[in-house]
C-alpha cells in the first residue's frame, strides 16, 4: 500500500505564496512521474504540474512563471511552491503519483487533497 499525504494549504491574500508538500509513505520501490492536479467547486479536475523522475517539468499556462514543482526522492515527497497567488488559483490541490511498489507491480496513486483559499 502506498499512501500520498498533502499538506501546505490554507486561506492567503491575493499576491500571497503558500508552499505545498505531498508525501508519499508505505511499500515504495520507486517514484516516477508526479503529477500536481487542482479542482475548483463546479469545475473540472485541471492539470497544473508535473514532474519526471528525472527532474522535467511541464507547467499549465494558467500558472506558469507563478509556480514551480520540484521533488526530493530521499524523502519521496513533491512540493509545490506557489507565488503571485490570485483568486482563480482557490481549489482543492492533490497528488498523484506512478510508483513501483514491488518489482512487478506499479500503479497510480492519489492523495486527498489540501484546500487553497485566495481571497482578501
Known amino acids: 500500500q502506498v499512501h500520498l499525504v498533502e499538506s501546505g494549504g490554507g486561506l492567503v491574500q491575493p499576491g500571497g505564496s503558500l508552499r505545498l508538500s505531498c508525501a508519499a509513505s508505505?511499500?515504495?520501490?520507486?517514484?516516477?512521474?508526479m503529477i500536481w492536479y487542482r479542482q475548483a467547486p463546479g469545475k473540472q479536475r485541471e492539470l497544473v504540474a508535473t514532474?519526471?523522475?528525472?527532474?522535467?517539468?511541464t507547467y499549465a499556462d494558467s500558472v506558469k512563471g507563478r509556480f514551480t514543482i520540484s521533488r526530493d526522492d530521499a524523502k519521496n515527497t513533491m512540493y509545490l511552491q506557489m507565488t503571485s497567488l490570485k483568486p482563480e488559483d482557490t481549489a482543492l490541490y492533490l497528488c498523484?503519483?506512478?510508483?513501483?511498489?514491488?518489482?512487478?507491480?506499479?500503479?497510480?496513486?492519489w492523495g486527498q487533497g489540501t484546500q487553497v483559499t485566495v481571497s482578501s
Open positions: 498523484n503519483a506512478d510508483v513501483r511498489t514491488t518489482y512487478w507491480v506499479r500503479g497510480a496513486y
Open positions: 508505505g511499500s515504495i520501490f520507486s517514484i516516477y512521474g
Open positions: 514532474i519526471a523522475s528525472g527532474g522535467s517539468t
